[in-house]
C-alpha cells in the first residue's frame, strides 16, 4: 500500500487539490490484511467499518476508477450536507455514519479525522483523532466499556486489536514523515452544525454564538433572515471572510432551495478570499450535484 501511495496521492492532488496523509495507506494495509484472517475480518465486520471515498484507490485497480455517468471524482462518498473540507476515507456501521479526513486549509495535510451521520441529523463533528487507526481504537474501547473485555463481544474484537497493535508503528511511521497540520492545537470556535474551519488572524468574527438563532431564523424565514445574509456580503467584501464562511455553511446544512444560491456565493467567496480554492471548486461541484439519489460515485470504466 506504500508503494501504491505516490500514484493515490497524485491523484488525489490532481482531482481535489489536497495532500492525502500516508496514514491513509497504512489503514488500506490493515484492510488488505484483515481480509486473510477469518477472525480479525469477524471484528471488522461487527464493527461495521470497511473503506469508502479516497480510500478505495488503494483497492486493486483502484486507479482505474472513474466517476459513473461523467461524475466528478469528488462527489464520491459526499453527503448532501458534508461540508467542503470533510473528505471520506471510511464507512461506518448505521445511520449513514462516515469519516472523513478534514482540511482547515488544502495547503496543509488534514488536521483530523471527522465524521458524520448522513442519515441522522448529518452534523460534522470529531473526537480530534489524528488518524483512522486511532478511529477504529475508540471504537473497540467503547464496545469494551459496554460489555467489558472478557464478554462474546470483547473476545471477538482482541484478535483485530492485535493487528491495530501492530499497525501502529507504521501508522506513526507515517504522521513523522507527513507532518502536522499548522492549523493542528490551534483553537477554533465551537461549531453549530459542524466542525468550524481554523481561520488566519484578521478573517472577521464568524458570531457561532449567534448560530442557532440564525439557523432557527432561516428555518422559519425569518424577517432577519436577508439582513444576516446581506451583513456576510459586506464583511466578504471588505475582506473579512470569517462571517460569511459561518452563514455559508450553516445555509449549507439546513438545505433549502430558497437559500441554495446565496449559501453558495457566501461558502466560495470565503473560500477564495482565503486562498483556499480546492475548498471552492468543491462546493461548487457538490452544489451542481447536491441532488444525486446515491454518492457511491467511482466506478469501472466498461472494459476494464
Not at 488488505?32 to 478505495?56: F, I, K, M, N, T
Not at 456576510?232 to 432551495?257: K, M, N, S, T
Not at 482565503?274 to 446515491?294: K, S, W
Request: glycine fraction near 12%; avoid cysteine.
Amino acid at each position: 500500500m506504500l508503494g501504491r501511495f505516490p500514484a493515490v496521492a497524485q491523484r488525489v492532488r490532481r482531482i481535489y487539490g489536497l495532500r492525502l496523509p500516508r496514514h491513509v495507506a497504512v489503514f488500506a494495509a490493515l484492510w488488505a490484511s484483515v481480509q486473510h484472517d477469518p477472525a480479525e475480518r469477524a471484528a471488522l465486520d461487527y464493527l461495521g467499518l470497511r473503506p469508502w471515498g479516497v480510500s478505495d484507490y488503494f483497492g486493486d485497480g483502484g486507479l482505474e476508477l472513474a466517476g459513473r455517468d461523467g461524475l466528478d471524482e469528488r462527489l464520491h462518498g459526499r453527503f448532501r450536507r458534508d461540508p467542503a473540507e470533510f473528505v471520506t476515507v471510511m464507512s461506518g456501521d448505521t445511520d449513514g455514519l462516515h469519516f472523513g479526513l478534514w482540511y482547515d486549509d488544502p495547503a496543509e495535510p488534514p488536521t483530523f479525522i471527522a465524521h458524520n451521520y448522513a442519515r441522522d441529523s448529518a452534523e460534522t463533528w470529531t473526537d480530534g483523532f489524528s488518524t483512522l487507526l486511532d478511529e477504529m481504537h475508540w471504537h473497540i474501547g467503547r464496545v469494551f466499556a459496554d460489555y467489558g473485555q472478557d464478554g462474546e463481544e470483547g473476545t471477538l474484537l482482541q484478535p483485530l486489536l492485535g493487528a491495530l497493535e501492530w499497525f501502529a508503528a507504521p501508522t506513526q511511521q507515517a504522521l513523522a514523515v507527513d507532518g502536522t497540520s499548522r492549523w493542528a492545537g490551534v483553537d477554533r470556535p465551537a461549531g453549530s452544525v459542524s466542525v468550524f474551519p481554523v481561520l488566519p488572524q484578521g478573517s472577521g468574527d464568524p458570531r457561532v454564538a449567534q448560530a442557532r438563532e440564525r439557523l432557527a431564523g432561516f428555518q422559519i424565514g425569518s424577517s432577519e433572515a436577508a439582513g444576516w445574509i446581506a451583513d456576510a456580503e459586506r464583511e466578504l467584501a471588505a475582506g473579512l471572510p470569517a462571517y460569511a464562511l459561518a452563514v455559508g455553511g450553516e445555509l449549507h446544512w439546513l438545505d433549502r432551495d430558497e437559500y441554495r444560491r446565496a449559501g453558495l456565493d457566501l461558502l466560495v467567496g470565503a473560500y477564495r478570499a482565503l486562498g483556499r480554492d480546492a475548498l471552492a471548486e468543491i462546493a461548487e461541484v457538490h452544489a451542481t450535484h447536491r441532488d444525486l439519489p446515491r454518492v457511491d460515485v467511482l466506478a469501472r470504466s466498461e472494459g476494464r
